[in-house]
């Protein structure tokens, strides 16, 4: 599935088409280490529920790497390690914990917390300070993408230019 991405200005087309390049290789080695990722998960994050619970987060991670392939992967390289495009969106708003944002309740390390409430699971990691997660949301297309019910584009402040007196000039201005 492509994702609707448009392509910056001219003289930074290079990066976008390195960011597409390194995302489809980071794709493809991600969906080949999936039978080991049960592993390397638990000793990176020193959590043995995941080679513990072995073939149930093989096929959660089968389905995190294909929802990283709708985009989430690009989007990281260009916009937040390439940073091929200015963010001028001023976004405001507060997580809900609804879970869209986390591939659409697809992240394999989403876990439920209540009705209608998840939390991620690898929160206060080194490995969610790595990824895409923390800069959620960049643009106002993250809030489509994920239909985000809690961040909003915020309208433009208008700029007022007041006169102010001063007092140490003559004649107060």
């Not at 290789?25 to 638990?42: D, E, H, K, S, Y």
């Not at 939390?119 to 985000?148: E, T, V, W």
């Not at 584009?153 to 003559?170: F, S």
Request: with cysteine; charged share 20%.
């Amino acid at each position: 599935m492509r994702s609707g991405f448009t392509l910056p200005q001219p003289g930074l087309l290079w990066r976008a088409h390195l960011s597409v390049a390194l995302a489809g290789v980071m794709n493809f080695g991600f969906r080949m280490l999936v039978p080991a990722m049960p592993v390397i998960m638990g000793i990176l994050l020193r959590d043995l529920r995941y080679v513990r619970q072995y073939r149930h987060y093989v096929g959660k991670f089968y389905v995190h790497f294909d929802a990283l392939r709708e985009g989430p992967v690009r989007h990281y390289l260009s916009d937040v390690f390439l940073q091929v495009k200015q963010v001028p969106d001023t976004i405001e708003g507060e997580c809900v914990q609804c879970g869209n944002c986390c591939l659409n309740k697809r992240c394999a390390f989403l876990e439920p917390v209540g009705e209608d409430k998840f939390q991620c699971g690898i929160y206060g990691s080194f490995l969610r300070r790595m990824s895409n997660c923390g800069s959620f949301p960049l643009h106002a297309h993250d809030i489509a993408r994920y239909q985000c019910p809690s961040y909003f584009v915020a309208p433009a402040k208008p700029v007022l230019w007041l006169q102010v007196d001063n007092p140490d000039r003559p004649g107060g201005r």
